[in-house]
């Protein structure tokens, strides 16, 4: 079973500033997805950038990007000039490819708070 | 391209009864994935369908259960509901099954309440 952490339960950033989440996973799969999804207080779930464990190269989705550490089972995202449309509750997810193929597995995620 | 539509946004329903919940897939999209999501527990879960065939199940009790249809609609419905079922039940939808990891579209969910 995958199981997915994230350590901090709140982060506040001022706005223009960079903020970086944590998340660390544990899977026995080889072959695997890991991704952030962002849900403001409408509830939609929003992909905000995804990698593949077989990439070496961290993913980038404009002022998004990761820091992908496979041996480590690390995957924090860090967000570049913070701005307050980025307040939301961010969540850390995880997908084996393998045969059980069971969904996402979520963190219970970070609120992050923008300070104008 | 219209997204995906839960409907309702809100229930309110009584410990014992059974309630039914909607999703509306995007147009094109023929896998249906359900989560459950509440403060103490995160987001679970549930089941995909794919094509009218149950894929996948999570780790809940047979109270529940869910169908989809031939236009890729689904609905999820929860027997004899337990005040623990009060959630955010959150529905997805991807071209293909979750194993060939097509990008997931969520809804904007159903908050369900037990009383």
């Known amino acids: 079973a995958q199981t997915v952490t994230q350590s901090q339960p709140e982060m506040s950033v001022q706005e223009a500033e960079t903020v970086t989440l944590s998340c660390t996973y544990d899977t026995s799969e080889s072959d695997y997805y890991l991704f952030w999804y962002k849900q403001p207080p409408s509830r939609q779930m929003i992909l905000v950038i995804r990698q593949e464990a077989y990439k070496q190269q961290n993913a980038t989705e404009n002022r998004f990007s990761v820091n992908f550490q496979k041996a480590a089972k690390s995957f924090s995202l860090k967000i570049s000039d913070s701005q307050l449309g980025d307040a939301a509750m961010y969540f850390c997810?995880?997908?084996?490819?393998?045969?059980?193929?069971?969904?996402?597995?979520f963190g219970k995620g970070t609120h992050l708070i923008i300070q104008p | 391209k219209a997204g995906v539509t839960q409907t309702p946004r809100y229930l309110i329903k009584t410990r014992g009864q059974q309630v039914t919940l909607s999703c509306s897939p995007i147009?094109?999209?023929?896998?249906v994935s359900w989560y459950q999501q509440t403060p103490g527990q995160g987001l679970q879960f549930l089941f995909e369908y794919f094509s009218e065939t149950q894929r996948n199940k999570g780790n809940f009790p047979g109270r529940f259960s869910g169908r989809q249809f031939s236009n890729s609609r689904s609905e999820m419905n929860v027997s004899t509901l337990e005040l623990g079922d009060s959630a955010l039940y959150l529905c997805a939808s991807s071209l293909a099954p979750r194993r060939y990891n097509s990008p997931l579209h969520f809804g904007n969910g159903t908050r369900l309440t037990v009383t």
């Open positions: 997810a995880s997908f084996d490819s393998g045969g059980g193929a069971d969904g996402l597995t």
């Open positions: 147009s094109g999209h023929r896998s």
